[in-house]
């Protein structure tokens, strides 16, 4: 109802549109389309056609202004966010030009004589109306510091001022008002809830139907991907016979097969989603929206980085109306157990879906004069929770744990962790025998460990039903349901273990031949696993129907359910014919397979597991005449810098060899899980990771020289000595760009060292020098450095003799190739448009190998504070060495700055001492620290006093390792039955 006031005094509302897709845009006409009854003027800031606002409003109050000051996420296709070009995208359009942006607003705010700025959900709209006077209030389910902060963290330091920047903007904000379906969003104190926000339909389902020319009894799918699956291949046989499609965003030169149907440009979407009986398409706030109100069930495809889509997934699959479809199905066609999978559901939301309406009259209130907001907290206070909460990823303990492992880390005070069903190992209670009552070991012994118990003991629960109301969350439930049938009782199941690791001394010199000294942690991963014959295999419905198309009987299905998946956004479950792995005669290429499984980010995960399979193939030619099953249960936490995925890999490996009778040594089982990482996942790691987890064992330090993996033996951890990892809270990502390119600074730095000892030799040889001992001596040397194989053989007295004033700091990619070729390193490739760091990169791995080697030899010293002291100092300026090579961390340089204030402090020195050092481990850029000190309980309280002070600098509790556990190797493998009733 329009009041006479607003008719005297029309308010004059400014509604910025993010540039993210139209879903931002057709929401915003319902907020403006009543604030524009109440008789109000909407000034609209869109990069969005005019079309889209001007087909539902046709008012002289409103006002539309082509503007694009945010770009939201740039779209590679229709399912795959690029992270790097949004980051580069949002700094060109709203970074670059941020001082021009905001003179610019401010001016054309005062201009308008503004009463209210409205933003969904551009940052810098809340500055421009803070600068210009103006209250301000965002309408959205997300915000952008959310989104784009794991795409900063997947592109290392590139970009990382713009979560700041948007934080700080957001903090500007009045209050949020908040939509159903919303992530959590740190930068905003206030917030409002309103009902969905959801276009009113225009036609019936009748009207629609009888326009289009489909009978009722026709079943009918609205295929809504955004407008982007142009170019895609829909064939006849992709729908069950008497269904239709109808495709929204096709091309003008696309043709289709007569059961699909193109809609016109300019279809109005609600109306068709109502008339039809199911949709397939993307996840996004527009389609879950009107999935919901009209009570049409939704079959999605993940989104690949688009982090807003978990929480929307769940709204879905709460109201009884998602189902998720794996993507190689979309696109190979195999739709038909998904769609009826999708009519057999009765959706049962019976919210509110006015929210247009709601937020208007907020809105309204809000321009008045009224005060929603509590005024508890100050602007820099608010600003200063939106970095801690939005930069620092973490989130208070309680709230949903189905939120993305990046931003809601499960660790809590309680020190529980999650992406594992397996319990904290308490030392105190070893011997847990109820497994005992369910499974009979019919090989190995699992070696007291608790954890391995509490595997088995999950084992025997997947036939009982779990509900969310008895303490399960929601992504257990469906892990366990996924679980539950996927092994047959009357089979004999292998379990593998494989520990993390903590990376004590060595790191990223592992790719250059350097010792290392690596500690396995307590952490570890299960994985289990059957084979069984494929007339006995209980297949999936996507997968049963995936074979019923190529009508070729039972073959060989590997069925893998990952534990914990759901909290990295990613499928709970991956199956696939083995056949699939297969080309031709041949196993396919490790280059076909990276691309196989890079198809479906979603579901890249199972690359580390699936991988394993193809290397056995390959390596040892195996064919594998039976389907697989496998449940992977880890403990050890994603992208903190200890080796979760030489975890999974081992353990996997471990269990399909010991399942299939072959017996490899841990050495060689290490380096085929190398092969796994290198060449089917893509990721350029050395081979330390694995062989720790294969051939390490419990309070000992597994010597390795990287040459390419000769194990020299274990070293005794002296009583005295103790290490513990302190994690940062920063991803770490072995695939990261810093750690890629710090890589392949050192590949071009020992190539260009061989070049100039090359060189030398050639003039050596030229001036015809004499023989005697010394200058023979030297041109052995020389020709030694000319063959150079691994960097780290390289002294670092020749190194500083000869050839660092020959290295530059840096170097562009493309002059490096057009001078020297390539830099010899099979699993990098060089960016001819990037700038290397080469000198920090090429000097580390030397240095750092004498570090270790004294490293070591100082563990064998006799005891005294000076051992300590020379242990710690070797592991500081490997710290630092690693930041002069651009792998440092905010959170890990706090850190390690904590333990040398906590070493240098005057309780310290009065007991001489208990923590003498710390560095970053593995491949840097954040992740873990190792801290060394005395072996003794004073030690442990200054660990827990670091770890909160480091809460109460970041707000986020660090995860301690302070124990340890064996390797693959030691543990062996588990033959398990269940045992008869």
Known sequence: ????????????????????????????VEVARHLIHAGHDVHVVTGAPEYVFTTEIESPRLFIRKVLLDCGAVQADALTVDRLASLEKYSETAVAP?????????????????????????????RAAADAGIRSVCVTNFSWDFIYAEYVMAAGYHHRS???????????????????????????????????????????REEVRTELGIMEDVKVVILNFGGQPAGWTLKEEYLPHGWLCLVCGASD??????????????TYTPDVIAASDCMLGKIGYGTVSESLAFKIPFVFVRRDYFNEEP?????????????????????????????????????????????????????????????????????????????????????????????????????TELGLRTGSPTAEIDEDNLLMPSYLEDFEILHGDFLGLSDTVSFLNSLSEFDVVHDSGKGTEKHQIRERKAAAGLFNWEEDIFVARAPGRLDVMGGIADYSGSLVLQMPIREACHVAVQKIHPTKQRLWKHAQARQDAKGQGPTPVLQIVSYGSELSNRGPTFDMNLSDFMDGEQPMSYEA??????????????????????????????????????????????????SSSAAVEVATMSAVAAAHGLNINPRDLALLCQKVENHVVGAPCGVMDQMTSACGEANKLLAMVCQPAEVLGLVDIPSHVRFWGIDSGIRHSVGGADYGSVRIGAFMGRKI??????????????????????????????????????????????????????????????????????????????DHKRTYGLRAATKHPIYENFRVKAFKALLTSATSDDQLTALGELMYQCHYSYSACGLGSDGTDRLVQLVQEMQHSKNSRAVDGTLYGAKITGGGSGGTICVVGKNSLRSSEQILQIQQRYKSATGYLPIVFEASSPGAGKFGHLRIRRRRI
């Not at 030169?253 to 300019?266: G, Y």
């Not at 030799?761 to 041109?779: A, F, H, R, Y």
């Not at 780290?792 to 000869?802: D, F, G, M, V």
């Open 593 to 642: 397979a990276r691309s196989f499984f890079s198809r479906d980010p979603s579901q890249r995960w199972a690359a580390y597991i699936a991988g394993t399979i193809l290397v056995l193939m390959k390596e040892f030619g195996l064919h594998f005449e039976n389907s697989i099953r496998m449940l992977v249960s880890s403990a050890v936490p994603e992208g903190k810098g200890v």
């Open 98 to 126: 941020r001082d021009a942006i905001l003179m610019t607003e401010v001016e054309w705010l005062k201009s308008i004589k503004a009463d209210l700025v409205v933003s969904d959900v551009v940052p810098v709209a809340c």
């Open 253 to 266: 030169s696309q043709v289709f097969p007569p059961n699909f149907i193109k809609l016109a440009k300019d």
């Open 162 to 204: 713009i979560v700041w920047q948007i934080a700080e903007d957001y903090s500007h904000c009045e209050f949020l008002i908040r939509l159903p379906g919303y992530c959590p969003m740190p930068a905003f104190r206030d917030a409002i809830d309103v009902p969905l926000v959801v276009r009113r339909l225009h036609k019936s």
């Open 311 to 411: 929480f929307l997934r769940n709204m879905l699959e709460f109201y009884q109306a998602g189902v998720e479809m794996i993507r190689r199905d979309l696109l190979t066609g195999h739709w038909r157990p998904y769609l009826e999978r999708a009519i057999s559901l009765k959706p049962c939301y019976e919210g509110g879906v006015n929210g247009g309406e709601v937020a208007a009259n907020i809105l309204q209130d809000t321009a008045s004069g009224k005060n929603y907001t509590s005024n508890k907290l100050s602007g820099a206070r608010r600003l200063q929770d939106a970095i801690v909460l939005g930069y620092q990823l973490q989130r208070v303990p309680g709230r949903d744990l189905s939120i993305p492992d990046w931003y809601a880390n499960a660790e």
């Open 753 to 830: 060292i061989k070049s100039v000892a090359s060189e030398l030799l050639s003039q050596s040889l030229t001036n015809g020098t004499t023989s005697d001992d010394v200058e023979e001596d030297g041109m052995e040397l020389l020709e030694t450095e000319a063959a150079l194989e691994y960097l780290c053989n390289l002294s670092a007295h020749r190194y500083e003799a000869l050839y660092v004033k020959q290295l530059p700091e840096t170097l562009l990619g493309e002059t490096f190739l057009k001078k020297y070729n390539d830099h010899s390193d099979s699993v990098t490739v060089i």
């Open 1 to 28: 109802m329009v009041s006479e006031e607003s008719r005297k005094h029309p308010l004059v509302f400014a509604y910025y549109v993010t540039g993210h897709g139209f879903g931002h845009a057709t929401r915003v």
